[in-house]
């Protein structure tokens, strides 16, 4: 008898036994064992189930027969000796085998996890290295090869301050490279539009983020983000007045601040969140606003502090106040005409006239911030008319600018001191009583129409001697200053170029000694003619005469048109601020009132629950939905009514070779 083993697909089996019953016709017997265990096949890696046959048959002819049967079904074969101590000594053999690649494999495992412990400890470094030497390939592509072909010549932007730097820099790479040609670094002269840069550090560069989304400076442009650090929190708080609000975002603000390091090495994709921590420095300096005009408004969460006690006294006895729901107080006699020291007396926190009072104060306030806003913003773009040379800016736009705006509007604004100074109880003469108070606003629109008003009885519709008159010698004056804004600049330049035509054109001789036209633009003669313009595109000199005239006409209209509907605009400080009060005023008498009227435990966890929603709803509408509301009509203010006087913001950033911000853009497109 003979045997043949081996090992064979489980799927296969039944087949395999059926076509050795018929080819061998009986006359072999097969016993097979299932392996339990998943075997991996070494073609493909994929996981096969196999089992182990063992064949016994008689004779040459069918142990050939068997063989190729078995070759057929893919079966793989293994010799078995016949004798039991050589099967045991193959065993043996087998299972040292099994045991010395078990130890190989194992070590091989634990040599390869430590390499590649080691390559990932070190594949941050690699990526950055790579991404660097990417980077200045790429740069380096960009330079030109000299006549010599043995040197680079490249032409790029540099800030002036940096050259000494750069210089340095240069020579240092220069000695640690060790060649021998040492690099040289020439300023050159050019026509192009330099680029914009404005040196920031962490504080400014969230303010100069607000400038740069409204438009790039031109170059050497007047440049608002400074003003913008002081102003914008400051219009932000007149808006959102609140000592209490106030406390709740400069605290969160500078929560952000102190824990700058540790929240910016925590890098998220949440937008919103990558928003606030970008303005952090932004929300804690309009939290410390907001608070500096909630003390003056005397308001902290709808309620009043009585710091330095009310100057109001109440001169009725207990018997009327108690059974009197409204009483009046006469400031002739229950107001000791002193002044509260800081912002407004806390006795109009329980007055029924808050309101009232609150709009004619808040209301004359943004009239006024308005008008020194925009009149601080004619004066910067004087600035940019003396640094451009540009004098024909100064005369023919700025100063009937000033004149229209001052003449007009800060008129308006004197007349509301006047008012406030000239007009109160305690004054003797009856024409200055307050009820004899004239409008403001009446009075401006009679002021523009040239409409006279005649005295009824005691009360004058006049503040000073000689009002009427000279108000008629204002608005005659602002009149003038429209066509003087719309026709002088256009004449002025007609007048130029008339006086320029008639002068000869005086050739010259270059290099080649080739006489060319002083006209040309492309060449250096072209060069002063250029300049006197001005620079940031404020030159005129290849623009056609009907295009300034319709350019200085929109520009003309813009700015007294602007003028009313800005100072208008402003009244939204105004606006706001009463809105952000009532609000505060109601979410308290609807809400945290409740739960305080309650006694007893059951009061206690009242006031407990209704603490909460009403400490929810004061976040999430008075503190985020209302600071933002603010922020954007402040961020409005300041685009439209501010920067429109003197911001052009039509250049392109500087954007140099930084490996920083290269490796930043590639985190995040890698991350994306």
């Not at 609807?590 to 929810?616: P, T, Y």
Request: net charge neutral; with cysteine; proline share 4%.
């Amino acid at each position: 008898m003979s045997f043949v083993a081996g090992v064979i697909l489980r799927e296969r089996l039944p087949a395999f036994e059926r076509m050795l019953w018929r080819a061998c016709r009986g006359n072999v017997f097969l016993r097979q064992a299932v392996i339990d265990s998943a075997l991996e096949d070494p073609s493909n890696g994929d996981k096969v189930y196999k089992s182990v046959f063992i064949i016994f048959f008689q004779g040459d002819q069918l142990k050939t027969r068997v063989k190729k049967i078995c070759e057929g079904f893919r079966a793989t074969l293994y010799p078995c000796p016949e004798a039991p101590t050589d099967r045991r000594e193959m065993a043996m053999g087998v299972m040292t085998r099994i045991e010395d690649l078990n130890t190989v494999l194992g070590q091989t495992q634990d040599h390869r996890h430590r390499v590649l412990v080691a390559a990932a400890k070190n594949l941050k470094n690699w990526f950055v290295k790579v991404r660097k030497i990417k980077a200045i390939y790429h740069t380096l592509n960009l330079f030109n090869l000299d006549v010599t072909q043995k040197c680079l010549i490249a032409e790029c932007w540099v800030p002036l301050l940096d050259i000494e730097t750069i210089q340095i820099a240069l020579r240092r790479g220069t000695e640690r490279s060790g060649s021998s040609v040492p690099p040289i670094l020439n300023r050159m002269e050019t026509f192009e539009d330099p680029p914009t840069y404005n040196r920031t550090n962490k504080f400014t560069n969230a303010f100069q983020a607000l400038i740069n989304a409204y438009g790039v400076a031109s170059y050497r442009e007047m440049n608002p983000a400074p003003y913008t650090i002081i102003t914008f929190p400051f219009l932000f708080a007149v808006m959102f007045g609140d000592l209490g609000h106030g406390a709740i975002m400069a605290l969160f603000g500078l929560w952000m601040v102190l824990k700058e390091k540790p929240l910016a090495a925590k890098k998220t994709d949440n937008e919103i969140w990558n928003i606030f921590f970008g303005g952090r420095y932004i929300i804690f300096l309009m939290g410390v606003f907001s608070m500096y005009t909630g003390f003056v408004y005397n308001d902290i969460f709808s309620k009043s502090l009585n710091v330095f006690g009310s100057t109001w006294s109440i001169n009725y006895n207990t018997s009327t106040v108690m059974t009197n729901k409204a009483l009046q107080l006469d400031p002739a006699s229950d107001y000791d005409g002193t002044p509260y020291p800081i912002g407004l007396d806390p006795v109009w926190q329980v007055s029924d006239n808050k309101i009232i009072f609150l709009n004619a104060y808040k209301m004359k306030i943004s009239i006024i911030f308005g008008v020194v806003h925009m009149l601080f913003g004619v004066f910067v773009g004087l600035f940019n008319h003396r640094y451009f040379k540009n004098k024909l800016a100064i005369y023919c736009e700025f100063i009937p600018q000033v004149i229209f705006l001052v003449f007009l509007f800060s008129y308006m604004t004197i007349l509301m001191f006047i008012k406030w100074v000239k007009y109160s109880a305690t004054n003797e003469e009856p024409r200055f009583q307050p009820g004899c108070a004239p409008s403001i606003l009446i009075t401006f629109i009679n002021m523009v129409l040239f409409k006279s008003v005649e005295q009824t009885g005691e009360c004058s519709p006049f503040m000073f001697a000689g009002q009427q008159g000279l108000q008629k010698f204002l608005v005659i004056i602002a009149l003038i200053c429209v066509p003087w804004m719309l026709l002088a600049k256009p004449i002025m330049i007609m007048r130029s170029r008339k006086e320029a035509a008639h002068q000869p054109i005086a050739p010259y001789s270059n290099e080649n000694g080739d006489a060319e036209g002083a006209l040309n633009p492309n060449n250096a003669a072209g060069a002063p003619a250029a300049q006197q313009g001005g620079g940031a595109g404020h030159g005129h000199d290849n623009e056609e005469m009907s295009e300034i005239f319709i350019h200085q006409g929109i520009h003309t209209i813009e700015y007294v048109l602007g003028s009313v509907s800005h100072t208008a605009s402003y009244l939204r400080l105004w606006a706001l601020s009463l809105a952000h009060a009532q609000l505060a005023e109601v979410l308290w008498n609807m809400v945290l009132k409740n739960g305080l009227s309650q006694g007893g435990w059951i009061g206690g966890i009242a006031l407990w629950a209704i603490f909460g929603f009403w400490a929810v709803l004061t976040v999430g509408i008075l503190v985020l939905m209302e600071g933002l509301s603010a922020f954007l009509h402040t961020l409005r203010l300041h685009w439209v009514e501010f920067q429109s006087k003197f911001y052009s913001g039509l250049g392109y950033a500087f954007q140099p070779f930084s490996f920083e911000l290269m490796l930043e853009t590639s985190s995040s497109s890698t991350e994306e």
